[in-house]
């Protein structure tokens, strides 16, 4: 039931340290970079679709971001995995809510992740604070919380009745960090740690697995941006109870418009 967490939880949050008039180009290779955008990726479970459109806050010290993502179609015929589960259907969709103060690099990040597959989904809000770089190194820290939900529960043993419930809370802390190799190439590395916290007794004992009230995920990313507005991207995760070739990867192209 893990699987959500290799793909939702690192959770992508983008914003901009600099009010920029909308024309302008943002630096893609900024975690907190806020963009209009689309992308398509090619992952070993099929086809991930993903668009990105700014907004404003009403504050002119804010800006803010909605990103809708459809992932793992067309899995039989694009996809590589070996894995049973590689069909042409949707495998999940997951909308994000990002909004800055770019007068302190604090950012705020709501993150909806529903696997159509499992019928099982989170949703969590978390608070991101951009420190001063290192260095080629920067680092961007989180912390937050949410609640798991889903349909028909009681066959996976979480909960006692049927329908949409939520069997409980979890909370989530970790890090995104950027390492700037030249302007054009970059790497980023983002541990999440998760732990339930309250609910039934199955969900907090055994939701990551079998004992396994916890889980650490990790995110693994090389950049090259091929132009100002365009770039490539490798993708690659895992957790503490899946190996790094077990994981998922893909291939992702971004464009800012």
Same mark, same amino acid.
């Given at each position: 039931m893990n699987k959500i967490y290799l793909s939702a939880?690192?959770?992508?949050?983008?914003?901009?340290?600099?009010?920029?008039?909308?024309?302008?180009?943002?630096?893609?290779?900024?975690?907190?970079?806020?963009?209009?955008q689309a992308g398509i990726g090619f992952t070993d479970q099929g086809v991930n679709l993903k668009v990105g459109a700014t907004y404003s806050t009403g504050v002119d010290t804010q800006m803010g971001m909605?990103?809708?993502?459809?992932?793992g179609f067309a899995g039989e015929a694009v996809g590589w995995s070996g894995s049973s589960s590689r069909t042409d259907a949707v &495998?999940? %969709?997951? !909308?994000?809510?990002?909004?800055?103060? /770019?007068?302190?690099?604090? =950012?705020?990040?709501?993150?909806?992740?529903?696997?159509?597959?499992e019928e099982v989904g989170t949703a969590s809000y978390a608070m991101i604070q951009a420190l001063p770089a290192l260095g080629p190194v920067s680092f961007f820290p989180l912390a937050g919380a949410g609640?798991?939900?889903?349909?028909?529960?009681?066959?996976?043993?979480?909960v006692e009745s049927n329908g949409y419930t939520i069997p409980g809370t979890l909370a989530v802390?970790?890090?995104?960090?950027?390492i700037t190799i030249t &302007?054009? %190439?970059? !790497?980023?590395?983002?541990?999440?740690? /998760?732990?339930?916290?309250? =609910?039934?007794?199955?969900?907090k004992n055994h939701f990551f697995?079998?004992?396994?009230?916890?889980?650490?995920?990790?995110?693994?990313?090389?950049?090259?941006?091929?132009s100002p507005r365009f770039n490539a991207r490798y993708f690659a995760n895992w957790s503490e109870y899946t190996d790094f070739t077990d994981g998922a990867h893909r291939?992702?192209?971004?464009?800012q418009f």
């Open positions: 939880l690192p959770f992508a949050l983008a914003a901009s340290f600099a009010i920029a008039e909308e024309q302008d180009v943002q630096d893609m290779s900024n975690p907190l970079s806020i963009y209009t909605n990103i809708f993502e459809v992932k &495998d999940s %969709i997951r !909308l994000r809510n990002f909004e800055v103060d /770019l007068t302190n690099g604090r =950012g705020g990040q709501f993150d909806l992740d529903y696997s159509v597959a609640f798991v939900f889903g349909n028909n529960l009681d066959q996976k043993g979480l802390v970790g890090t995104y960090s950027k &302007d054009k %190439i970059w !790497l980023n590395y983002n541990p999440m740690y /998760l732990q339930t916290l309250s =609910g039934t007794d199955v969900y697995g079998l004992n396994n009230d916890s889980i650490l995920t990790h995110e693994f990313t090389a950049s090259y941006q091929i291939i992702e192209f971004n464009y």
